[in-house]
């Protein structure tokens, strides 16, 4: 392979107990973690000196964060912003604590029934202001594509990256929630945002259901996409994301340690 894959996961998924979610990573290899929930809430909602403990216990095994999985953008257009981007901000206090410049976003749901496209002013303004705040934070906005809001499409995902015009805000890509926005995953969607891929989520869907299935067994073109990015010397996240369990948080090892062989056996191949 040309290119430096780093793997890492979003371990929740694994379980809601820290040190259980270490023991499988390491398990597989794995010393990075998308940080979405620890124990029984968001990474963001803890005070300084949880999240001080929290670096403590992942020093100690040798991990790593390689991004902030927030919620942030994950909120009706109509609703109140000013809150949520006080929320932003924390989100970034604590990327700063853990030691990660990447900060996974959104950009809001979209009232059902609605043009997202009667929404786009608003959802402008919104990342303007987070853009502003980022300003000199030495973060990584990274959005990501998303069922309901309004980057649920590559064209309107493109959209928010260009309109922003600045360097760090660049694009996650899922394969999966693309399939259950019923687009082409590629050639069509990565074709229109590779230039913009900073950071992949590893996970895969059927059109026919949008269920949820390990990397290279739906329609999301997995291998394809990282064959494409390996060519390309593609260097930066795979996050393994499962989803293969509905009681998420917490879908359990062996749904992990599936979606982990599945990655490997694309990868291996390459």
Same mark, same amino acid.
């Given at each position: !392979?040309? /290119? ?9 998924? *694994? ?8 023991? $499988? ?14 124990? #029984? ?11 001080? #403990? ?12 390689? /991004? ?18 006080? @929320?932003?901000? @924390? &989100?970034?206090?604590?990327?700063? +604590? ?6 996974? +976003? ?11 496209? #009667?929404? @786009?002013?608003? $959802? !402008? ?7 502003? &705040? ?5 973060? *990584? ?10 980057? =649920? ?10 309109? +922003? ?8 890509? =899922? ?11 590629? %050639? ?6 590779? =230039? ?18 390990? /990397?290279?067994?739906? =329609? ?11 060519? /390309? ?6 996050? *393994? ?7 998420? %948080? ?10 982990? @062989?599945?990655?490997? #056996? ?5």
């Amino acid at each position: !392979m040309k /290119a430096k894959f780093i793997l890492s996961a979003f371990a929740d998924e *694994i379980s809601l107990d820290l040190q259980e979610e270490m023991d $499988v990573l390491e398990q597989c290899d794995i010393h990075y973690i998308e940080m979405r929930n620890v124990g #029984d809430r968001c990474i963001i909602d803890y005070q300084d000196n949880d999240i001080s #403990d929290i670096k403590k216990q992942l020093d100690q095994r040798g991990f790593r964060l390689s /991004a902030i999985g927030s919620p942030i953008g994950k909120i009706s257009i109509e609703d109140d912003f000013k809150p949520h981007l006080d @929320r932003f901000k @924390r &989100a970034m206090e604590v990327a700063h +604590m853990l030691d990660t410049p990447y900060i996974r +976003m959104f950009s809001f749901f979209i009232p059902k029934g609605s043009d997202p496209y #009667d929404y @786009r002013g608003e $959802v !402008m303004e919104r990342w303007a202001a987070f853009v502003t &705040a980022a300003q000199d934070q030495g973060m *990584i906005l990274l959005h990501e594509n998303e069922k309901e809001i309004y980057g =649920d499409i590559p064209e309107r995902c493109v959209d928010i990256i260009q309109t +922003m015009n600045v360097p760090f805000v660049k694009a996650t890509f =899922d394969p999966a929630n693309f399939v259950q926005c019923d687009v082409e995953t590629y %050639p069509h969607a990565f074709s229109l945002l590779k =230039d913009h891929i900073a950071y992949m989520h590893i996970k895969d869907a059927l059109y026919k259901d949008h269920s949820v299935v390990p /990397a290279g067994q739906g =329609d999301g073109r997995v291998r394809d996409i990282l064959r494409e990015l390996d060519q /390309a010397g593609y260097e930066g996240f795979l996050s *393994i994301e499962p989803h293969l369990n509905n009681s998420l %948080p917490g879908g359990g090892p062996e749904n992990f340690k599936r979606a982990y @062989r599945a990655l490997m #056996d694309i990868l291996n191949s390459l």
